[in-house]
């Protein structure tokens, strides 16, 4: 089965406010950016996916993440929040494809693995509704709908646990922690450059702080991103 991933953006500068701490207003719009052009590159090199949509208002981004092969749709419901802009982009895709397989995947993934996307994808396949948990345990980083079933998505906060609630499968599997690494902090990113991010992430992202960066370094090394 091949799945089309809708992927929300919101406007660069407003974005990952929590990052503040670790790259300045200036370096924070470009550091989002890359995170999502590191998370399509790795969606759209997974046989599972057919095609990716980004949810954005967002010109920088949207060229950006074209360039690479996606496709773009404004966020029709502005100021809607993430679960109107996700249901937007899921009724544009079945629109004009009723059968598709739907999931949305979070755009901060930078160390995403094709592999291990595709893996997860195809676990999902099995269930109509399924979802993955992001590595702290408390939110959602993957949704996935079969053709003919509603998506669904109950993200923000807490969303594993409404996740579960609302009768979509859990998907945990061995060694696809790239799957669930979303940053949104300083130390999430540490971790993500730890497991080996993409090349715009890489060369976007500022220096780890002295105690952690030697570590990171040698494992950003060791662990080619793809």
């Known amino acids: 089965m091949q799945w089309t991933l809708v992927v929300p953006l919101k406007p660069l500068a407003q ?8 790259a300045s207003d200036t370096v924070r719009p470009g550091l ?3 995170f999502a052009q590191d ?3 790795a969606a759209l090199a997974s046989r599972a996916v057919r095609d990716v949509v980004v949810v954005t208002d967002d010109a920088l981004a949207d ?6 092969g996606a496709r773009t749709v404004p966020d029709a419901v502005r100021g809607g ?3 109107a802009a996700l249901a937007h982009g899921a009724a544009t895709v079945r629109d004009s494809r009723p059968g598709a397989a739907l999931a949305t995947l979070n755009a901060d993934l930078p160390a995403l693995r094709s592999e291990e996307l595709t893996r997860v994808l195809d676990r999902a396949a099995q269930f109509p509704r399924a979802f993955v948990p992001d590595a702290s345990g408390i939110g959602t980083t993957l949704l996935t709908a079969l053709p003919g079933t509603e998506l669904r998505p109950l993200f923000g906060g807490a969303s594993r646990a409404r996740h579960r609630a609302s009768g979509a499968v859990e998907i945990l599997l ?3 922690d ?6 949104d902090t300083g130390r999430d990113l540490w971790t993500a450059l730890a497991l080996g991010v993409g090349p715009h992430t890489r060369r976007a992202a500022p220096r780890p702080p002295v105690a952690d960066g030697e570590s990171t370094r ?3 090394c060791r662990q080619p991103r793809r």
């Open 15 to 22: 974005a990952k406010s929590r990052l503040s701490d670790t």
């Open 32 to 34: 989002v950016l890359a």
């Open 39 to 41: 998370t399509v590159a």
């Open 63 to 68: 060229r950006e993440l074209t360039r690479l």
């Open 81 to 83: 929040g993430l679960n």
């Open 174 to 176: 061995p060694d696809t």
């Open 178 to 183: 790239s799957v669930r690494q979303d940053v």
């Open 218 to 220: 040698r494992a950003v």
